[in-house]
């Protein structure tokens, strides 16, 4: 009895095992043609500064309209891209694209000028081309390297930190600022910050989720700020999903904050019609 069900089992497991290598190979193919054949977009995500509630730029934010599917969630198809190597043309097409974008926004006359802010995955810039194909999108679309800031996640840097300060420096040379992401989700940040060049570093939303309950997220949070401002360095807050967060962050001094109850990820079209309106009052 036990045998049998033992076997079932394995059979189960092992089919189950062929459905999800099957489906991840599939999903791979669709990804490789999704972009020529427009399924692919990107969404910007309004970025503002706490002190005055400003605009002051945009995360790219990759959108996967699948035919069947519907909308795929980045967390897994920017995974079968770096798995399989394919976000070496992914990367650098998304990256022209935002800046393509942003070169319309930065010009506009008369306004501060807005940066957009792109995701760069571990094999970008283990790559070492990531200058190189940076200078080249900016030559091609005209865009300030004032205007571009690049987000690489602390996984990316950690056990890499020779090469990633090597393209980092090369990278801030051009003018381009560097943002570490999902700052404070690898325990290892603070070591990092004082032998990785950055300008500034995102505290995971993880971190902002609870900071109005949570005291000992509180305390991380303000320490985090107050670490990044001693080392002369800018703080995004993610995921700001309440005007009591927004109002808590902006007493502890983090500059800049992102999150649904400041905006979604929009299409280009509605951020730039967001562009130039007044500045909504918030607490
Ligand atoms: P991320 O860079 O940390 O981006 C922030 C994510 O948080 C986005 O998810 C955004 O939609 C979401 N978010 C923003 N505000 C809120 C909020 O108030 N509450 C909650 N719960 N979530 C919020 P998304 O678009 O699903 O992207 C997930 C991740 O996929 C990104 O995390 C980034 O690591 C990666 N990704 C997206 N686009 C690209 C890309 O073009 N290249 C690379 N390498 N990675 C990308
Ligand atoms: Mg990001
Ligand atoms: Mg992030
Ligand atoms: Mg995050």
Not at 49 to 60: K, N, Q, S, T
Not at 223 to 252: C, D, F, N, P
Request: glycine share 8%; net charge negative; proline share 5%.
């Amino acid at each position: 009895q036990a045998k049998v069900a033992g076997k079932d089992c394995f059979r189960f497991y092992s089919r189950s095992m062929d459905q999800a290598v099957e489906r991840w190979v599939h999903l791979e193919q669709e990804l490789r043609v999704a972009w020529e054949r427009g399924q692919l977009s990107i969404a910007y995500q309004p970025v503002f500064r706490l002190g005055d509630g400003a605009l002051v730029g945009a995360e790219a934010l990759l959108r996967w309209n699948h035919p069947e599917l519907g909308l795929v969630a980045p967390s897994v198809f920017i995974d079968v891209a770096e798995q399989t190597g394919l976000i070496s043309v992914l990367g650098p097409q998304v990256l022209q694209a935002a800046c393509a974008d942003a070169a319309t926004w930065c010009s506009a006359e008369g306004t501060e000028p807005l940066f957009v802010s792109v995701n760069v995955s571990p094999r970008q810039l283990r790559g070492g081309d990531l200058p190189d194909v940076v200078s080249r999108c900016l030559a091609e679309t005209g865009l300030s390297p004032h205007c571009l800031h690049l987000e690489l996640t602390e996984t990316a840097v950690i056990g890499d930190e020779a090469n990633a300060s090597l393209m980092l420096d090369q990278l801030r040379a051009t003018g381009v600022k560097v943002w570490l992401d999902d700052f404070g989700t690898g325990f290892s940040g603070l070591s990092h910050l004082r032998r990785v060049p950055v300008d500034g570093v995102k505290i995971d939303r993880s971190f902002v989720a609870d900071i109005l309950h949570d005291p000992d997220d509180l305390a991380l949070t303000t320490a985090i700020i107050a670490m990044a401002h001693s080392l002369g360095i800018t703080v995004v807050a993610e995921g700001v999903e309440k005007e009591g967060q927004y109002a808590l962050l902006r007493e502890r001094g983090c500059d800049l904050a992102q999150g649904y109850w400041l905006g979604h990820p929009l299409a280009l079209p509605e951020l730039l019609a967001l562009i130039g309106q007044p500045t909504p009052p918030r607490a």
